[in-house]
């Protein structure tokens, strides 16, 4: 996997919100790549920054944020390239599924139309009918019937949203798809679905896939590789199954464990969670950022934030106390 | 230390209210044309107030009228006199006093009929709602010059019975805003709560649904102060008018009924309508910038 | 359907539900049954959960089961006797169970501190008048608070719900409810909406109100995993039917509903089953398959094996009954019926 062309790299990134009240640290120094035919995951919570990380990606971030570090889609900077450049990159080079499509849909207008909108966008010179058949067959990759490109947002269920949604990022034929928490707010079972089709779409459009949610779970069946963030920085990273099955962070073990494995006799009536909330980006805590909620938290912990290091290769962990008793 | 808990909650409680207002003032404070608009407010409203100060009150006295007929403005009389040889200027500065008292009678009226309408037939179900809601619409679509024009005939001409026919034409606006308003806030789960925790109708409207609608009406009662100030120029300048008394419409009316314009006396007609223009504008200012203070979505980042 | 023999049909059972239907009529004009006939019996002190999937019916019935919603047929019983909707009655239910409603960012009014939304209840109810220990109000709602998990309570006394975390705002929902001393707390969707890691704080703090207060927890979720860390009991519905229920080991660990056995291969946490990802979605309440409501997903039918054991006309035309709310693990399949009827 690794001679493969590298879709999405980013290095060092930091973001930070300009407000009156200063400059508030969103993401504070990122390194994360996706390659082709691969799936990346990204896993945390609200105000972990995930979010404010996927925006730079097709250079979407509002516009009090600056942006510092690199962020090379297909080997372009996003960040410092022209506009007319980036129009071009934007949904035909990199698409993002955003969180909470589902009501992003345009009510009044039939889904297909839609669908087609990226499409007359990129090329205006396209017949028609290429058009509508170029749908047809997005929609077929997304598992629903021609029938349903005539449908309005409303009369589709939530997992037939989420999938028009994916249809829409195919659109323009990106080899990379940024997923934002694309299965929240979805039945279990739906959830599957999805999860299902976003890996049949990796291996037969050999695109490569970054997916963002708080659910280590999710992340743990569809995808290679994990990075666990907390605070805007990346405090874990590994195979996803050496993220979910053997954590090395106390925060990506409070992760894992927050949804029990099933018939373990040891979670019943044994809820595991995180005291407290994740910090407030205008007062972080000294040090590491995760001390005040961490049940291994010491003394130390507190004097300076923990860097990045491997602890095995491939296994980065933003912990002194990894290996520790 | 559980008394301790009461008191100082409330006193905390106050302290609170107080930063909000500051708040709310900041946020206010921003909006330049909203500020313009409270400067220029303020000065007709201390004009209104201070009218004794600024102006001889027997200048209004059609017997004891001290200038001639239709001077021009000179300095004596900053803008002239009229017809009947008042100055305009004091014609103009009491004149304020009952446009601007009319108006915001009006508005009170308005606002107290429409809301109470507004809430119950946003509020109740079957019947009740219907016929509220049908009388509400009936209103509304009732042309309102004809209605105003019966209205002042029946009810004869004077500064109350103006500011009941304004008042009577306008709550229908404010009652469908607060209607769709209360229907909204119905369905939210907040509401769901309270009935569950055992409240009534009745407290269910005064504890939640009435806070929630209230900056709404806030805001939308500038903004009818605004109309209601223009249709009293307008009914006094038709002649509906207290006779007995100076407002701005019935200064333009009479600039109109005496050809000021083909005579050329536009001290009496400009004055009058620019000092409208001017008021009708600030409330309207005022009013949207309150609309962006208390709806965070309307505000710029 | 008052039946003649009246009482409780578990004992102990402090609400319960008997053969509730609940019907709305589309905008189309179609009859649509959220619930379609369901049997539920909670008893003190006990947690059960309700897991179901959008179009299940679960938050129909809880909120059934508190009177926010009249049932069209079947009736719902506190201690034995049938619930009254007048306003006395209603209001005696509520003394005696509350429920936390799904969304708790929209449960609270925006323009309310903290410190009134949970003296609502309070207000409401007098149970300043009628406290044992003579407290005032601020006592009250400090000591709900506390109870929440608040700690300490006069410092949110007057913050307002935008100023809170989700978590907070769950807790703040909870303490406006435990204000009232209630016997049983309906939840619904307690932990979905908040983040991962403070999920197992607020499933804490239902168990331990459960230990100190005696207080049941009936928990409406999609979430078997939060079945499995908090209730004695589970039920499973589907389209408005419950499909299998039973003691949460007996129905997670040995499932018998295909409905059931799907839900749980697909849970990512559990490697041991093979997935099996049902096609389609949950049907329309108003167009309600015939025979097993399930039938047309259910992949016992699909692979043959309700061909082979000789009931798959049954599935596709004959209607099940609906489960009684007896404690023991019961399944409404018919191949269930088959092979459970097999000896060995």
Known sequence: ???????????????????????????????????????????????????????????????????????????????????????????????????????????????GRQIAEPILVHEPALPADQVQRRVVELLDQVGLSAARG????????????????????????PRLIVADEPTTALDVMVQAQILDLLR?????????????????????????????????????????????????????????????RIGDPAARYAPAGLAGDPPDPRALPSGCSFSPRCPRAVDRCSEAEPPLVEVAPGRPVACIRVGEP | MTTGATISSAALARRRRAEAWKRNWRLFRRNRAGLFGLGLLVFFILLAICAPLLADGDGLD????????????????????????????????????VSLFVGLLATLMAMVIGTLIGLASGFLEGWPAAVLFRLTEWFLVIPFLPLALILATVLGRGLFNIALVIGITSWPATALLIRSQTLSIKERPYLERARLLGASKWQQVTGHVLPNVTPMIFANTTLTV???????????????????????????????????????????????GVCVVLVVLAFTLVGQALEEVFNPRLRSR | MSSPEGGPLLEGALLEARGVQVEFVTRSGHAARALDGVDVSVRRGEVLAIVGESGSGKTTLARTLIGLQRPTTGEVLLEGRPLTYSTRGLRNLRSRVQMVLQDASASLNPRQTVYESVAEGIR????????????????????????????????????????????????????????????????????????????????ALLLKLRQELGMGVVV???????????????????????????????????????????LLSVVPEIEELEPVVLTGEVPD????????????????????????????????????????????????????????????
């Open chain 1, 150 to 173: 005539r449908a309005y947002p409303h009369q589709l269920s939530g997992g037939q949203k989420q999938r028009v949604m994916i249809a829409m990022a195919l659109a323009c034929r």
């Open chain 1, 1 to 111: 996997m690794s001679g493969a062309t590298e879709l999405l790299a980013m290095r060092d990134v930091h973001v930070a919100y300009r407000t009156t009240e200063g400059t508030l640290p969103a993401v504070r120094g990122v390194d994360l790549v996706v390659r082709e035919g691969e799936v990346v995951g990204v896993a945390g919570e609200s105000g972990c920054g995930k979010s404010t990380l996927v925006s730079t990606v097709l250079r979407l971030q509002p516009k009090d944020a600056v942006v510092s570090g690199d962020v090379e889609v297909l080997g372009q900077d996003v960040q410092t390239i022209s506009w007319g450049d980036l129009r071009v990159l934007r949904w035909a080079s990199a698409s993002i599924v955003f969180q909470g499509a589902l009501h992003s849909l345009n009510p009044v207008q039939r889904v």
């Open chain 2, 226 to 272: 605004a109309v209601a100030i223009l249709t009293e120029t307008t009914l006094s300048f038709l002649g509906l008018g207290d006779p007995t008394r100076v407002s701005w419409g019935t200064m333009l009316d009479g600039a109109f009924s005496v050809g000021a314009i083909t005579t050329g006396a536009w001290w009496y007609i400009v004055p009058p």
């Open chain 3, 220 to 262: 409406v979720t999609h979430d078997l995993g939060l079945a499995w860390n908090i209730a004695d009991r589970i039920a499973v519905m589907y389209l408005g039917r419950v499909v299998e229920c039973g003691t949460t080991e007996e129905v997670l660990t040995a499932p018998k509903h295909p409905y059931t056995r799907a």
């Open chain 1, 200 to 260: 049949d779409l990796v291996r037969d459009l050999g695109v490569g896939l970054l997916l963002i949610s708080h659910d280590l779970s999710v992340l743990a069946d569809v995808c290679d590789r994990v990075l666990v963030m907390y605070a805007g920085r990346v405090v874990e990273a590994g195979t996803a199954d050496q993220v979910f099955t053997d954590p090395l962070h106390p925060y990506s073990q409070a992760l894992s464990g927050a949804f029990p």
């Open chain 3, 124 to 203: 409401l109810h007098k149970t300043v008048a009628s406290d044992e220990q003579a407290r005032n109000e601020a006592e009250l709602v400090s000591a709900a608070m506390a109870e929440a998990g608040l700690r300490p309570p006069e410092r949110l006394f007057l913050r307002y719900p935008h100023e809170l975390s989700g978590g907070q705002k769950q807790r703040v929902l909870i303490a406006g409810a435990l204000a009232l001393r209630p016997e049983l707390l309906l939840a619904d969707e307690p932990v979905s909406s908040l983040d991962a890691s403070i999920r197992g704080e607020i499933l």
């Open chain 3, 285 to 344: 309440p108003s167009r309600i398959p015939t025979g097993c409501r399930f039938h047309p997903r259910c992949p016992a039918l699909a692979d043959g094996s309700a061909e082979r054991a000789g009931i798959a006309d049954a599935c596709r035309t004959a209607p099940l009954e609906i489960l009684p709310a007896t404690g023991l693990h019961r399944v409404a399949c018919h191949l269930d019926r088959v092979l459970s009827a097999q000896p060995g």
């Open chain 2, 62 to 97: 059609l017997t004891t009228a001290p200038g001639g007929v239709l001077e021009h403005p000179s300095g004596e009389y900053w803008l002239g006199t009229d017809d009947s040889g008042r100055p305009i200027l004091t014609l103009l500065i009491y004149g304020a006093r």
